[in-house]
């Protein structure tokens, strides 16, 4: 491992909608084409609901590389349903990607969160505590 980068958001409130909302950044400078960046990152999500319970929504996790628009095609995605079950509501998902390809110089990883889908008793969706990694690691010799 050459660089490494951190965020560690404790403790917030991003509530999600249809459009991808920034959660977190991450930034590496990577000084080789051989390089790779590997990337974690875990979110907790809770679920406003209206009774009856359980209420769910389904929200997509994307890692966009050097776009600060989130328009060009995002290089990692994960969707994940989230549940509020009337009896617990915190959901946590964690995940780890790896850049293959990623250019040389300032890379800038933004991690985002948006609704795909939600069922009637839902009525929102929030982010609470974020944690995004990322570091160049050297290719093998």
Do not use: C
């Amino acid at each position: 491992m050459t660089e490494f980068d951190q965020k560690i958001v404790p403790l917030t409130v991003i509530e999600l909608t249809s459009l991808p909302k920034l959660l977190t950044n991450v930034t590496l400078n990577n000084n080789n084409t051989d390089d790779r960046v590997w990337l974690t990152g875990t979110v907790q999500t809770i679920v406003g609901s209206l009774n009856p319970l359980p209420g769910f929504i389904r929200i997509s996790l994307q890692i966009f590389r050097n776009d600060p628009t989130f328009t060009t095609t995002p290089i990692f995605r994960i969707n994940d349903s989230v549940v509020d079950s009337g009896f617990a509501n915190d959901n946590t998902t964690t995940f780890t990607f790896v850049d293959l390809s990623p250019p040389t110089g300032l890379n800038i990883y933004y991690l985002t969160g948006h609704i795909l889908s939600q069922d009637p008793q839902s009525t929102q969706a929030f982010i609470e505590k974020i944690v995004f990694t990322g570091a160049e690691i050297k290719a093998n010799s």
